[in-house]
T-cell receptor
Framework: GQQLNQSPQSMFIQEGEDVSMNCTSS?????WLWYKQDPGEGPVLLIA?????ELTSNGRLTAQFGITRKDSFLNISASIPSDVGIYFC????????????FGTGTRLQVTL | SQTIHQWPATLVQPVGSPLSLECTVE??????LYWYRQAAGRGLQLLFY??????ISSEVPQNLSASRPQDRQFILSSKKLLLSDSGFYLC???????????FGPGTRLTVT
């Protein structure tokens, strides 16, 4: 089935650093979503994007819907220890109403 | 506001035993409902989704089944569990207009 290529797979950063991750696909998506999952819990929606080129912020998080509609980016500024977790992108593929395609996840670890 | 519940939180079952996991949503009507499975350290695999009572779409052939007996209730079942059924099972809901999915707390299933 359709896959979203999410990178990097994992990253270690120091507290206070900025973080960038992205999702790419060969297909066009109508919606991009970013989730964070803490260990043993369900994913929590961080940001939703609905228009190509859209840039949306949620506190220290900023996400963008790529102009080509085939990619999306998430940036975290001034990381803190509670940013640790797995970040998933998800997209609604054109022509597949009701379902989302999820990326493979980026595991973020923050060192003091 | 809307909330989603899953139970049990954890479950240890022997191979060959039956399974029933329940998910209920509060604060919304006629939601789309989803069952996902997540293997340790892996992404989300969509198992079933439902757009209405009695309407179930299966994404992956397996020995699991799903039912939606009421508008806000979604049940995942198996007649005989396999070792490979172990994992973290997540239920999610979405509205009919946007594609944002909201996840429950999950059920950790261990088949021994």
């Amino acid at each position: 089935g359709q896959q979203l290529n999410q990178s990097p797979q994992s990253m270690f950063i120091q507290e206070g650093e900025d973080v960038s991750m992205n999702c790419t696909s060969s297909s066009i998506f109508n919606t991009w979503l970013w989730y964070k999952q803490d260990p043993g819990e369900g994913p929590v929606l961080l940001i939703a994007l609905y228009k190509a080129g859209e840039l949306t912020s949620n506190g220290r998080l900023t996400a963008q819907f790529g102009i080509t509609r085939k990619d999306s980016f998430l940036n975290i500024s001034a990381s803190i220890p509670s940013d640790v977790g797995i970040y998933f992108c998800a997209g609604q593929l054109a022509g597949t109403a009701s379902k989302l395609t999820f990326g493979t996840g980026t595991r973020l670890q923050v060192t003091l | 506001s809307q909330t989603i519940h899953q139970w049990p939180a954890t479950l240890v079952q022997p191979v060959g035993s039956p399974l029933s996991l329940e998910c209920t949503v509060e604060g919304t009507s006629n939601p789309n409902l989803y069952w996902y499975r997540q293997a340790a350290g892996r992404g989300l695999q969509l198992l079933f989704y439902s757009v209405g009572i009695g309407q179930i779409s299966s994404e992956v052939p397996q020995n699991l089944s799903a039912s939606r007996p009421q508008d806000r209730q979604f049940i995942l079942s198996s007649k005989k569990l396999l070792l490979s059924d172990s994992g973290f099972y997540l239920c999610a809901w979405s509205g009919k207009v946007t594609y944002e999915q909201y996840f429950g707390p999950g059920t950790r299933l261990t088949v021994t």
